[in-house]
Structure formats: C-alpha cells, structure tokens
C-alpha cells in the first residue's frame, strides 16, 4: 500500500468516526431534556460536522475518495448505545455516554496520528483531538 493510500484510509478512519458521533449525538440530544445539556452536545455535535467537512475535503484534495456511510460498524455501535442507555436514561446517564464516546475519539485520533501522515494530515488530526479533548472538558462541567 502506498504512502498515500495509507494517509486516506487512517483518515477516512477518523472520518467513520466522526459520522458515529454525529449519529450518537443526535440519539443523545432526543434523550435529553435538560436544556442547558442539550445546547452543550449540540454545539459538540456541531465540532464533529465541522470536523467531517474538513476531513471529506481534505481527502479528495489528495485524491482519495471520503467514506461517507456508517456502515455495518456504525450501525452496531448505535444498537450498542441504545442497548447500553435504555429506555429510562437519565442526563447524567447519557453524559457518561457521550463522555465515553468522545474518549474513544480521542484515542482514535491519537493512533491515527502515531502512523505515518504527511505534515498536513498530521494537522488536521491533531485539531480534531484539540476538538475533541475539549469536548470532554464540556460535557464534564455538565456533570
């Protein structure tokens, strides 16, 4: 595999995750009724849209094609998220949740960023864990 073709698919990588949490936070903010809650994930929901813009984009600009579905991981995670949250869930039930998933994010960006990417890519990925990391930081101060 090519240099490049191994840029695209750690950062088509980042992107599937990115669509999950705009997925997982479209679950929470129905959950929720606490308001000032619900315009904290909004506004995290926000980051990650903004972040899938920027990674799609960038990855045709290198002549790679944006994965842009879900796909059968995508979708078993979300069954996950519904199964683990339950009918009953209260906010700092969700939050917890959110929380989680914003620190696999994390964890996912920093391995992308341990492999090989060009200087450009290597900063997108950094400012998407920055994002990402203080995403963290906002939902805690919900909790």
Do not use: W
């Not at 000032?36 to 094609?65: M, P, S, T």
Request: charged share 35%; aromatic share 4%; hydrophobic share 30%.
């Amino acid at each position: 595999m090519t240099h490049r073709n191994e840029t695209i698919e750690s950062l088509n990588q980042l992107l599937q995750g990115e669509y999950m949490a705009v997925e997982s936070f479209n679950n929470f903010i129905s959950r929720l009724e606490d308001e000032k809650a619900k315009q904290v994930f909004k506004d995290v929901q926000k980051h990650h849209r903004d972040n899938i813009e920027k990674l799609a984009g960038y990855i045709q600009e290198i002549g790679g094609r944006p994965q842009e579905n879900l796909g059968l991981k995508g979708t078993m995670g979300e069954v996950k998220v519904n199964m683990d949250l339950g009918p009953d869930a209260g906010t700092s039930e969700i939050i917890e949740k959110a929380i989680e998933g914003e620190t696999k994010g994390v964890n996912m960006a920093e391995k992308v960023l341990r492999g090989e990417l060009d200087e450009r890519s290597r900063d997108i990925a950094g400012e998407i864990l920055h994002q990402d990391r203080s995403s963290i930081k906002k939902l805690r101060n919900l909790q």
